[in-house]
């Protein structure tokens, strides 16, 4: 808790983790009598001190902690409604791609480089690029190198382009980043 290291509140980290956890517990319930909610909230609470340390991941050189959980919700709802939309746009391409009596595919290997503070950063990029249709994240090595494959050359173009979602993963997150596209794999 004392931790100068921790970015943004561990207080409000806290708190924020065992609200969602009594919301949680109380779907799960389904009961609103006092001795349960107590019961709720006690263990809501243990539950965030305990874990608390554990949902805590080191930038690259250990000189921060970010909490797994720190995002601002109305940036993680904007961010999910964006990417929603670019699930919609890739499954159009890639059915054009296939659809057609020439198959239009043009498979290949995308390597990039994208560095951001927030470790977490590189692992919503990581997941954002497989659940995109005709992409998938092969390879994420420590130093920030990505390995995409792409089905088509509207993913690769996808992938390729540092405005798209590697900027709106470092947003999330709140953090600056670096992209840098390097040669194309064989």
């Avoid at 809501?44 to 797994?68: C, E, H, K, M, Q």
């Avoid at 290949?108 to 977490?120: I, L």
Wanted: with cysteine.
């Amino acid at each position: 808790m004392r931790d100068k290291r921790i970015a943004g509140s561990p207080a409000l980290h806290l708190v924020s983790m065992a609200v969602l956890l009594f919301c949680f517990w109380l779907l799960l319930s389904g009961t609103l009598q006092m001795k349960f909610l107590v019961y709720g909230v006690f263990t809501a609470v243990i539950a965030a001190w305990v874990t608390y340390p554990l949902l805590l991941v080191p930038n690259a050189d250990g000189s921060r902690l970010y909490f797994v959980f720190g995002v601002n919700p109305v940036k993680l709802v904007w961010y999910f409604l964006w990417l929603l939309w670019q699930l919609i746009l890739a499954n159009l391409d890639v059915i054009k791609a296939t659809v057609r009596p020439e198959i239009r595919i043009n498979p290949r290997v995308v390597r990039f480089r994208f560095r951001a503070d927030n470790p977490m950063a590189a692992v919503a990029l990581a997941n954002s690029i497989t659940l995109t249709p005709g992409t998938v994240t092969m390879n994420v090595e420590e130093d920030g190198l990505f390995e995409v494959h792409a089905l088509t050359d509207g993913a690769a173009e996808g992938v390729m382009d540092g405005e798209g979602m590697p900027k709106q993963a470092a947003w999330l997150f709140g953090v600056p980043y670096e992209f840098e596209l390097l040669k194309e794999a064989d």
